[in-house]
């Protein structure tokens, strides 16, 4: 989402240029190994050869993955995009169309200096909400079916008369202007207040606060390192799902906006700033480690959900039952292809210990997920909210599947399954979401080449 302050950014890169000029011959190495250093062979909280899972996402999962998605039961998400912000006021940075929000403030130096941002973030944040008259009398019949179903999980976005459908292939994941302290203040929240951090630890790289020293990012990882399993895990998905979101918006810039063309497309600096070792001292390297960490957790909640698709009785409904049939079996042929990935992470590590503090910390592990998904209200980006909000949901119901395995396994084989079920909501979420991140493996593969140039 944010990107560094031009002051910051131009020092860094001064900090990188004298760091490498210290240094004898090859010892900064190359602007490729610089990003992906830490991020080759075996990662270090889970037994996973990277090559192998680059390997098996990019040509195994990847393309059918993408036609699934463009199907209609997968391309369409009711969501809620005029809910309140419920933690604080939100100042719109010109985000949201067609709701009554603050206009761009031009009365501060620093106002003015940014209106023709304001005004660019305005047109590439809207989000599309356009339907076709066919399309809308499709998803009252998906409603209605869905309504006819036992549905346990029902988000309350559902029930909502704002939640509208969107399409998501016309509002593709992609830079949209929004940065600045009000989409810095986005992430503070969720990782000051979220991840089991307490006040005296400072991240490193806070554009909110003012320390900027090594030692912070010291203090950072010996106080990480020293948590169980399970809330070191919740840092690194939450990590890991920003990473993501870096590089959609660093793979599908806007290169060019003029009167007869946008051009869109990979933005190597942008890339750079966010995950260049010596540019974010240190920082960059990790989050791409964390973003692998993320793709093997919700691959393994699709290996462990396939009981559950499998069923003669379940339907990925929109009215046109060839089509349908063609769509479920498309999705039972990635799910078996994901479930013979070799090395899955291995879950059973998670809340394995005293029975009863590991249920106190599945529950606060759930709440702190839940807060999160609340703060996505508070974005001020309609587009970016709702792939935030898509985001979230399908992270939330891969960790659903995850905790749910006994569930699984003893649903029965017809009719409704009332100890475990997933709404239309949710398997639209999940599979978006992990598209998302396939997609973020599949990018840093066209970033290394593109790197490799510029030795």
């Given amino acids: ?24 011959p090859g010892a900064a190495g190359s602007a490729e190994r610089r990003c992906f250093c830490q991020v080759t062979g075996y990662l270090d909280d889970c037994t996973c050869d990277v090559e192998t899972l680059d390997a098996f996402n990019n040509y195994k999962v990847f393309p059918r993955l993408q036609t699934l998605l463009e199907s209609d039961y997968f391309r369409y998400y009711k969501v809620n995009l005029k809910k309140r912000c419920p933690f604080w006021n939100v100042i719109s940075h010109c985000g949201i169309r067609d709701c009554a929000v603050e206009p761009c403030q031009s009365y501060s130096e620093e106002a003015n200096t940014s209106a023709k941002d304001c005004e660019e973030e305005e047109r590439l944040g809207a989000v599309d909400e356009s339907l076709s008259v066919k399309t809308v009398e499709a998803v009252r019949k998906w409603t209605r079916h869905d309504d006819a179903a036992n549905s346990f999980c029902e988000a309350d976005d559902i029930q909502s008369p704002e939640a509208e459908y969107v399409d998501l292939l016309l509002n593709p994941e992609r830079y949209t202007g929004y940065k600045g302290p009000d989409a810095w203040r986005i992430w503070n929240s969720i990782y000051e207040e979220n991840c089991f951090k307490p006040q005296s630890i400072k991240r490193p790289l806070n554009p909110l606060t003012s320390g900027r020293g090594e030692n912070e990012g010291n203090m950072f990882y010996s106080w990480l390192e020293g948590l169980c399993v399970e809330k070191r895990a919740f840092y690194k998905l939450i990590s890991g799902l920003h990473a993501s979101i870096n590089i959609h918006l660093s793979a599908r810039y806007l290169l060019q906006d003029t009167w007869s063309k946008k051009q869109w497309g990979h933005n190597v600096t942008e890339f750079q700033q966010r995950f260049d070792e010596l540019l974010t001292q240190g920082e960059g390297p990790r989050r791409l ?161 593109l790197l490799q140039t510029l030795q």
């Fill in 1 to 24: 989402m944010p990107r560094p302050p031009l002051r910051r950014l131009l020092l860094l890169l001064l900090l990188a240029l004298a760091a490498a000029q210290e240094q004898p």
């Fill in 289 to 449: 480690k964390n973003l692998y960490f993320i793709y093997l957790i919700e691959l393994r909640a699709l290996s462990k959900v396939l009981p559950f698709f499998e069923r003669p009785d379940f339907q990925l409904f929109t009215g046109d039952k060839d089509r349908d049939g063609e769509v479920k079996s498309l999705l039972l042929e990635i799910l078996h292809s994901v479930k013979s990935f070799p090395l899955h992470f291995d879950e059973n590590s998670l809340f394995a210990g005293n029975q009863r503090e590991a249920a106190k910390l599945k529950e606060e592990f759930r709440l702190h997920f839940r807060n999160i998904s609340r703060i996505m209200d508070c974005v001020g980006c309609i587009k970016c909210r709702l792939w935030g909000k898509l985001q979230t949901q399908g992270l939330g119901t891969a960790l659903k599947i995850l905790f749910s395995e006994s569930q699984i396994e003893n649903m029965p084989e017809r009719g409704p399954s009332p100890k475990f079920h997933l709404t239309r909501q949710e398997i639209v979420a999940l599979f978006n979401a992990f598209g998302r991140i396939s997609t973020s493996v599949k990018e840093l593969e066209n970033f290394r080449g």
